[in-house]
């Protein structure tokens, strides 16, 4: 096991280049699925959870070769195999599966997902998806049984906007007789992007990207070939370390317009940025003012970034109120931020940070991928070396982030945990 060290104090300057979305990854390759020939995913990002999939892929049959950053599947000998336990509990969007093998094979058995412990994230609204579309659906001992003799389109509208919820009932959909509306439908750029993949196989659908999609079904889809869309958190990230701490960097292959909200926040507290067609210049300004930030659905701020967006307004004079209406329970890295001598409190769903605040290096702990994104943040901010355990979530979500980082100047290495670090840390899990 590791743990990230980062001596802190050191500017960030020159170009990072941005990888393939994470979110879209995860539903893209659950997708494969759903074909009856090759399908080609490029671009993916070289992280844990694309590899976990890839290998669920293998163990219902799939022919999966991964190289680089391109996926091939080849799913013509799948089977309905159950997936009860094993890979499925180590990541979130493991729920995927049922969509995809619901439209395919009208079966599935899948284990409850796991992933970062992010408090409740129920997923009743998928279930009344698959539901309205005709699946029984039933949790016999900690697994997910979906099951269907046919699907039918229906009307269905979901109580809360949901992405996941959103891109599987697509999935179970387009291979559904009859059409599908789905109303109340999440408009994330990663929707559009399983949307398009799905496009490419044969599939018949109408307003991703808006809040009613239509989706009418047909009996096969076929083979493809497609290039992920730019991680826009992982962009966001990037731009808030180079806000941070950064003279001037600039953040390559990116699609600015799905950026909007966080470019809106970082030039309200005085950050200087210049937008392009497929890059961002980002850079730090020493006389930061302190702002509210409120979290909500695209295209509104990104819980994703709440957390390093929390370490960054540390730096800010005055006071920040940062609320987030997604995951309220994402506050796990308030903690570890004032170890650093941040000064926050959390009041129901809202941190309330005063700034600005020397950080100083500590020792500290991710809870999650987004929390240790956090930390990262805040360790270049600080004086000192901090050491940033659980790196397993980070590796999750940032492709070659220590590469990235190093090219840009920062002083950020792994190192081996001791027995007795590790002993500490399997407890702590």
């Not at 909200?261 to 003012?289: C, F, P, W």
């Not at 005063?354 to 901010?381: C, F, N, Q």
């Not at 190093?406 to 290495?413: E, K, P, S, Y």
């Amino acid at each position: 096991m590791e743990k990230l060290m980062i001596e802190g104090g050191h500017p960030l300057q020159g170009k990072v280049e941005i990888s393939g979305a994470k979110n879209s990854a995860v539903a893209l390759i659950p997708a494969a699925i759903l074909a009856d020939s090759t399908v080609v995913i490029d671009h993916l990002p070289n992280i844990s959870d694309v590899w976990i999939l890839s290998e669920l892929l293998k163990e219902i049959g799939g022919e999966v070769s991964l190289e680089e950053n391109k996926l091939t599947v080849d799913p013509a000998k799948m089977i309905s195999m159950p997936l009860p336990n094993g890979n499925v509990k180590k990541l979130r969007a493991s729920y995927y599966l049922m969509g995809a093998m619901l439209g395919r094979f009208k079966k599935a058995v899948i284990g409850l997902p796991g992933g970062c412990n992010l408090g409740p994230r129920p997923i009743d609204q998928h279930i009344k998806g698959f539901q309205a579309l005709g699946a029984s659906v039933t949790n016999e001992q900690g697994a997910i049984y979906l099951r269907a003799d046919e699907l039918v389109g229906a009307k269905i509208y979901l109580d809360v906007v949901s992405v996941g919820a959103t891109i599987n009932i697509m999935l179970a959909a387009v291979r559904a007789k009859g059409r599908t509306v789905i109303e109340n439908a999440a408009k994330e750029p990663e929707i559009i992007d399983v949307a398009t993949l799905l496009t490419s196989m044969g599939a018949k659908i109408k307003g991703a990207g808006t809040d009613v999609i239509r989706i009418d079904g047909v009996e096969q889809l076929h083979g493809c070939y497609h290039s992920i869309i730019p991680d826009r958190i992982e962009a966001g990230t990037y731009m808030i370390m180079a806000a941070a701490t950064g003279k001037e960097v600039i953040i390559d292959n990116v699609i600015s317009q799905h950026l909007e909200s966080l470019i809106a926040k970082l030039r309200e507290m005085g950050v200087h940025i210049e937008t392009y067609e497929d890059y961002v210049i980002v850079s730090k300004n020493e006389d930061l003012q302190a702002i509210d930030v409120k979290t909500l659905v695209y295209p509104g701020f990104p819980t994703d970034l709440q957390q390093p967006f929390t370490s960054f307004l540390t730096a800010a004079t005055g006071t920040s109120i940062v609320t987030d209406t997604i995951y309220s329970a994402r506050f796990k890295h308030i903690d570890e931020l004032r170890r650093m001598g941040a000064k926050i409190k959390v009041e129901s769903s809202s941190a309330i940070i005063t700034g600005p605040t020397k950080l100083e290096g500590a020792k500290v702990k991710a809870s999650d991928l987004r929390a240790g994104a956090a930390l990262i943040v805040a360790g270049l901010m600080a004086e000192g070396t901090t050491e940033i355990y659980g790196l397993e979530h980070v590796d999750r979500g940032y492709e070659q982030l220590i590469d990235k980082l190093t090219i840009l100047g920062a002083h950020v290495w792994r190192e081996k945990m001791s027995p007795e670090e590790q002993e500490a840390h399997v407890k702590s899990l």
